[in-house]
């Protein structure tokens, strides 16, 4: 018998010795008995203290706000998620009493400039947008309506104006390539603004032989493919 195969039988026995001792001494006795969860995690979270109550509670008192905020844009937000955990106010409304934000830090959470949120939500740069001004002194929290229309397109879509300005494009309106209702203005998720859909529109300017721009054959260049499929339209530098 080669001499190498006691060594590994003893290897894999220590190895399996091993196991077991983790297996005794670091695993709850409890996991497994529900599946892949220790089974007495779900009494130790029923024992610790109720914190949240729920919206059904707040609106027992404040119909009113729930009914306002059911209609705004913060809709799908919880009443706890700004007013912080509300049990013990539910139980006991005259001894505790919840948050109530009153600067400016808790709104920019969600509405400070962030590139990676969604494209139309509502952002604004801190520093510039009425300094030193409670949020709620022009928004009213449960239902915020802007209290002046924003005409410019940069103020929801500000990384793409900022790509466009730097872009060949920086010269051009948003709305030469886009048709944007006014309904867009007042609910952007309901009505969106159009964009371009055939490489025909590219080819207004790009195959059309006007100067000083640059020009490609619609019938020869990639012609499978649309032309934002190569270039980014909101800075369209060639690849």
Known sequence: M?????????VF??????LLLARWYLVPETFGEIGHYRASAVDSIAARPVKYAGQRECAVCHADVVEAKSG????????????????????????????????????????????????????????????RMACNGCHAPHAPEPPVTPRECSACHGQIATQLSLSHHAGLECSTCHEAPAAHRENPRAVRPTKPTARAFCGACHAGGLPDIPQIDLGTH???????QCHYPHNPEAR
Do not use: K
Not at 2 to 10: A, E, S, T
């Open 2 to 10: 080669p001499q190498q195969v006691p060594r590994l039988v003893v």
């Open 13 to 18: 026995a220590v190895a399996i010795i091993a």
């Open 72 to 131: 705004g844009n913060h809709r799908g937000l919880s009443c706890e998620g700004c007013h912080g955990p509300a049990a013990m106010h539910v139980n006991a409304p005259m001894d505790t009493t919840p948050v109530v934000p009153r600067g400016r830090d808790l709104c920019v959470l969600c509405h400070a400039y962030n590139p990676s949120r969604p494209t139309g939500f509502p952002q604004i740069d801190p520093v510039a947008h009425n300094p």
């Open 222 to 228: 990639n012609a499978g493919y649309l032309c934002w």
